[in-house]
T-cell receptor, first 114, second 116 residues
């Protein structure tokens, strides 16, 4: 079955450590996105990528980094510079970057930093 | 830039009653509008979308929404609520921003509660 996988489902880290969240898709989609979700805040865009080896900052990119070395993969690193990293992180993909294309979402990773 | 406002962070309806979730948008260019549903600790699932053409859009699970340009609204409705409809609902807008699409702008969500 085609879809988006995110691993792990739950992730715990100590403050000051970098952590990388995995996102893989087998939908052959060109565009991929990372969102952060906090209670009552909706989803906020962290980074997005339209093609391999290219990505753009979203609204809240500070303290995060990404790479897009393969079409199927778009990992997100939460660095120690992110002041409030505890959140639910959602990865998404779409066929292209046209505005009419809907995004397909993975199941999410809940990150807790203590 | 575009924005989305969802009126009511929580909406409670009785099972079998009409569901109405409100969404208003702001966009300087023609918007494309989406409704997503999220069940606890899961990702988002597309319910329906408006791009062009017919302003009344039908989606999955009996939901529909109507695009009203004059009111800048895209309210989500369902004639008869079911217990399985209890979830978080997000309205989102997409619009060209000069450099191309750059992700969706989401509202803050409405938590739908179904009373037995």
């Amino acid at each position: 079955d085609g879809g988006i996988t995110q691993s792990p489902k739950y992730l715990f880290r100590k403050e000051g450590q970098n952590v990388t969240l995995s996102c893989e898709q087998n939908l052959n989609h060109d565009a991929m996105y990372w969102y952060r979700q906090d209670p009552g805040q909706g989803l906020r865009l962290i980074y997005y990528s339209q093609i391999v080896n290219d990505f753009q900052k979203g609204d809240i990119a500070e303290g995060y980094s990404v790479s897009r070395e393969k079409k199927e993969s778009f990992p997100l690193t939460v660095t120690s510079a992110q002041k409030n990293p505890t959140a639910f992180y959602l990865c998404a993909s779409s066929v292209g970057t046209g505005v009419t294309y809907e995004q397909y979402f993975g199941p999410g990773t809940r990150l807790t930093v203590t | 830039a575009q924005s989305v406002t969802q009126l009511g962070s929580h909406v409670s309806v009785s099972e079998g009653a009409l569901v109405l979730l409100r969404c208003n948008y702001s966009s300087s260019v023609p918007p494309y509008l989406f409704w997503y549903v999220q069940y606890p600790n899961q990702g988002l699932q597309l319910l329906l979308k408006y791009t062009t053409g017919a302003t009344l859009v039908k989606g999955i699970n009996g939901f529909e929404a109507e695009f009203k340009k004059s009111e800048t609204s895209f309210h989500l409705t369902k004639p008869s609520a079911h217990m399985s409809d209890a979830a978080e609902y997000f309205c989102a807008v997409s619009a060209y921003s000069g450099g191309g699409a750059d992700g969706l702008t989401f509202g803050k969500g409405t938590h739908l509660i179904i009373q037995p």
